[in-house]
DNA sequence: GTAGGATCGTTCGAAATTGAACCAGCCGGA
DNA sequence: TCCGGCTGGTTCAATTTCGAACGATCCTAC
């Protein structure tokens, strides 16, 4: 259904209802994750984001900037998180030899050692509250809302000015 | 950079990609909710969301506590954005009667007119992002998934000792 | 070459969030 | 009545995040 201007009433029952559960239901999971990881393993969920993105990536490295888009914050967070997991002994920072300015950060061993500690522990926290429960049909269906929650984003970020407010 | 996966369905192979996806996605959904209200409105997502549970309740106003629940974050999160929202003049912090220890956080006149401008351009946004591009299909199954996380969440709250593995 | 603009990563101050400690008021049972 | 335990909210220090400003490097056009 197009029809874009609906009067003042903003509170149209289903949209609301929707957009508010979905994010009760994003925090409470980022926040069990988040507890589970703190509690067990002695890392945040975003640090666990930061070896995961690693682990995944080619020579085991990647660059800050390639690391913030990945994970979703600012430059300096990530600078930040960094900086800690560098004094953990979990990561290593080098010079980028492409790029003079780059900085290459690097999983050590002891950071495959604790992510691998971790990931199972998390992955089936995972699939225990968000994955197993539901079936294929609906996995599918999740999978295609992602993929158009994901370009409307792009979209979205690629017009900031646009048209009337 | 996704592959077509039909066959393999969904069970093993990428539990960790949909993860990352789905994390991907809220993350860049609540930053660009978050940049619009900043920009053009002056409040937080979290400043945001209180006054919105604060018009949806019956004599718009709330205690502390329920607020604390309603939005996931810590008692003391919620202290600080209300003394915050009070300082703005959007919200007013009484005696509740029936407890005297309880506060009763109720919405001013500026706050109703606060939210409401800053509502439309939010949920026009949500839409445009979340839910237009979906049609009533996805969106039911959409509902459903959200109601089984929130069971799962519920059920991983309460078992926090036990570990099955 | 070289100037101008974009990109990379850090630094800094301000804001937000958290968890633990704490006080005060509520509630149940002896 | 009184006493222990529970709940509602606040305070405080510590952690994390953000955005803007910055120096350095890359890149393209001239």
């Known amino acids: 259904m197009g029809a874009g201007d609906f009067e003042s009433r903003w509170l149209a029952p289903d949209v609301n209802a929707v957009w508010a559960r979905f994010l009760n239901v994003t925090h409470r999971l980022e926040h069990q994750i988040d507890r589970r990881l703190q509690d067990h393993h002695g890392i945040t969920h975003t640090q666990y984001e930061i070896l995961v993105r690693l682990a995944d990536s080619d020579e ?5 900037s390639d690391l913030a888009d990945s994970i979703v914050t600012a430059k300096s967070a990530v600078t930040y998180q960094v900086n800690r997991l560098s004094e953990m002994g979990l990561v290593e920072r080098n010079k980028c030899d492409r790029d003079n300015r780059g900085i290459w950060v690097k999983l050590t061993a002891a950071g495959v050692e604790r992510l691998e500690q971790a990931a199972p522990c998390i992955l089936s926290l995972v699939r225990e509250l ?36």
């Open 60 to 64: 085991r490295a990647m660059r800050m």
């Open 130 to 165: 968000f994955l197993d429960a539901i079936n294929c049909d609906q996995a599918a269906e999740l999978d295609k809302l992602l993929e158009i929650w994901s370009d409307n984003l792009d979209a979205g970020a690629a017009e900031p000015p646009a048209e009337g407010r």
